[in-house]
């Protein structure tokens, strides 16, 4: 061992590593070799990260009660001005630095500011000491205006050295505060702009958060994109995060009405202040997860502590709700049953936040977990409790949930059941008895009335049975969080056995074919429509490959003494009726549905492979973006499309045939 590293001391050259290879940073010389590591990257993200610096700074003064407005203005030449009328940042003499005032120091060192001691800032968002002198930093041009006790001052920097002394620029009248003016150095972003949508979106999520502040936001109109975003506006919410999720919801239905609040957080041992929270919560029918939170008004898409905490509090508390009703189902929910449908803005207020990295994307505070959960268990009991008839509305929804999770984890891509081993198949299903799935079919019905017809009439061995409960869901228009929590459907593929999505598997596919049996009347149609829409939407290798049917059961039957025919449409009557004779009376039935059909009846005409008429569902070969086309204009989201598409075809509506 010692010959090796007498080898490995002779091998090298000394001299090639030596003191003068020890390279010092000074100043903020490392946040522009290194910008990475203070704002994420140079990226569009963290350009606007800078803005995100500054402004958070302003809401700092405002959170902290020592200022009401703050004004963002977005000019040509990508300069953002921020100004608010707090205190103003000092501009006395440093103590430690000779020759320095503070506003120097803060702009021109790391790890400087007021937010370390806790003194003059019980909370705020900008902790870390680094955001104002990083921004100057990576600045191509800075420049810097305090309005403090009548006196203005002025100073200006560039790309993080002052180029301009700290300038008396004399007494102002009805001014007070900070104004930081700043235009990105193109040597650290290239061509990158800020973009003002992304900036109005900023600046309106911190006036929800802090419903205390006046932002106005101003804009060169040459900069905006969007329609959306206005040159000028005031933004001002008193309703906080309500105002917030209301805006956000704009149209979803409600399980419960729209619930917010705020809460101090428990005292600390010593009595001291800790901070406090505030929340506004909304669980949506067809909802799909949404937590926005926020630590002292810095955005968290990562989350954090002070989530956990947050899911804590609802998961312990409608657990507890649930036993206290004798609901012993609710011991089964998870946070995912309770989150899954609920879109949702966190906002807390804490000392000393702990962020993980600059850019601040998580909250790190272990004791945030207890002090939100105690904080919003307290309030969360208090709100189920005023209104038992909501919370068991809440509870019921999110009990649901939680079973249909169990249900999808116990029952994913069902195999085909055998005499030794029985599985759980849909309650409803009449399933037949050969195990070869070439040699099967599967009728759906709508109903239990037709369904109790078909499973008189079918073949047992080689025909299944699944009655559908009415219109199933039209999935063309519908939420992914809808359509998994739809039962109708979930039978569906659960009696097929081929999963959907990434986990199809057509060689688990339960049945040969799969008939569509409808009412032969303008219901039947629409729902062999919707059931079509789905097989299009979520399962298309079964069209792709001819699984899909549609069965054709007569409208008419007409009876003449001991002779009975079957006439399939109204057009089909008239033809029909003439292969009687003449003389003698005939007796015309309509069947108002297939559970109105005798059993054989029902066999003979639609259900028996010698007598009956499928038709099988093909894609349009010739033109798919068409037949894509097709069915989102007439099944999907929009319905001015259904009516242009009325409109167009209204004057055949009287030859269809249906």
């Known amino acids: 061992m010692n010959d090796l590293f007498k080898a490995g001391k002779e091998g090298r050259d000394d001299a090639a590593y030596s003191a003068k290879d020890i390279e010092v940073l000074e100043g903020l010389e490392p946040v522009r070799r290194r910008p990475g590591m203070y704002i ?19 809401m700092d003064e405002a959170v902290a009660g020592h200022a009401s407005l703050i004004e963002v203005t977005l000019a040509s030449g990508n300069v953002l001005t921020v100004r608010d009328n707090g205190r103003g940042m000092p501009v006395d003499p440093h103590p430690k630095f000779e020759n320095l005032s503070a506003l120097e120091v803060i702009l021109t060192m790391l790890h400087s500011g007021g937010k370390f001691s806790g003194k003059v800032y019980e909370t705020s968002g900008g902790l870390h000491g680094v955001g104002s002198s990083v921004v100057n930093a990576l600045s191509e041009l800075l420049e810097v205006e305090v309005a403090r006790d009548r006196v203005l001052w002025k100073q200006s920097y560039a790309r993080g050295k002052p180029i301009t002394p700290l300038i008396n620029a004399g007494p102002v009248q009805n001014r007070r505060g900070t104004q930081l003016r700043f235009k990105p150095d193109p040597e650290i972003f290239g061509e990158l702009q800020f973009l003002a949508a992304r900036l109005f979106r900023l600046c309106r999520s911190k006036a929800y958060l802090f419903r205390g502040v006046r932002i106005r936001w101003s804009c060169d109109p040459s900069l905006l994109r969007s329609a959306d975003i206005p040159a000028e506006a005031e933004l001002h919410y008193p309703g906080g995060l309500r105002d917030s999720l209301e805006a956000d919801l704009a149209g979803g239905t409600p399980v419960v009405p729209l619930w917010a609040g705020d809460a101090n957080l428990p005292s600390a041992a010593n009595g001291d202040k800790t901070g406090r929270l505030e929340w506004a919560i909304a669980w949506l029918e067809d909802g799909e997860h949404a937590l926005a939170s926020y630590c002292n008004t810095v955005p968290t898409p990562q989350g954090g502590t002070h989530e956990a905490g947050f899911r804590a509090a609802l998961l312990k508390g409608l657990r507890a709700w649930g036993e206290q009703r004798g609901n012993k189902r609710a011991a089964n929910i998870t946070a995912e049953d309770l989150l899954g449908g609920m879109a949702a803005k966190l906002s807390v207020f804490i000392r000393e936040p702990q962020f993980l990295g600059q850019t601040k994307e998580k909250l790190t505070n272990a004791e945030a977990t207890r002090l939100v959960e105690t904080a919003l268990r307290d309030r969360f009991d208090h709100f189920l409790g005023s209104s038992p008839a909501q919370a068991d509305a809440l509870l019921a929804f999110v009990v649901e949930r939680a079973e249909e999770r169990i249900r999808r984890k116990e029952l994913k891509d069902t195999p085909r059941k055998s005499a030794t081993r029985r599985l759980r198949l849909p309650g409803k299903l009449a399933d037949c008895t050969l195990e070869d799935a070439a040699r099967t079919e599967l009728f759906l019905v709508e109903g239990d009335s037709a369904g109790g017809s078909a499973k008189q009439a079918r073949d047992r061995a080689s025909q299944a049975v699944l009655p559908l409960r009415g219109k199933i869901l039209n999935v063309a228009s519908a939420t992914t969080e809808k359509l998994r929590q739809n039962q109708e459907l979930k039978d569906l593929v659960e009696a097929l056995g081929c999963g959907v999505g990434d986990r199809f598997d057509r060689t688990k596919l339960r049945y040969g074919r799969v008939i569509i049996m409808t009412d032969a009347d303008v219901d039947g149609a629409h729902i062999a429509s919707l059931l079509m829409t ?3 939407r ?8 001819g699984h899909v049917y549609l069965a054709q059961p007569p409208l008419y039957r007409l009876t003449q003494g001991a002779r009975s025919v079957y006439a399939m449409n109204d057009a089909d009557r008239e033809v029909k009726q003439k292969l009687f004779k003449a003389t003698g009376k005939i007796e015309v039935s309509r069947f108002k549905g297939l559970g109105e059909m005798p059993p054989q009846a029902l066999k003979e005409t639609t259900m028996d492979p010698r007598k009956r008429t499928l038709l099988k569902v093909v894609n349009a070969q010739h033109d798919h973006a068409a037949t894509a086309d097709r069915v989102e204009s007439l099944m999907g989201r929009k319905p ?7 409109q167009e075809h209204a004057r055949s509506a009287g030859e269809l045939d249906v």
């Open 40 to 58: 994420g990257g140079t990226d569009e993200t963290s350009l606007h990260h800078l803005a995100a610096e500054i402004i958070d700074n302003a």
């Open 534 to 536: 789905f097989f299009y």
């Open 640 to 646: 001015e499309l259904r009516f242009q598409f009325i």
């Open 538 to 545: 979520e399962l298309p290798d079964l069209i792709k490959n």
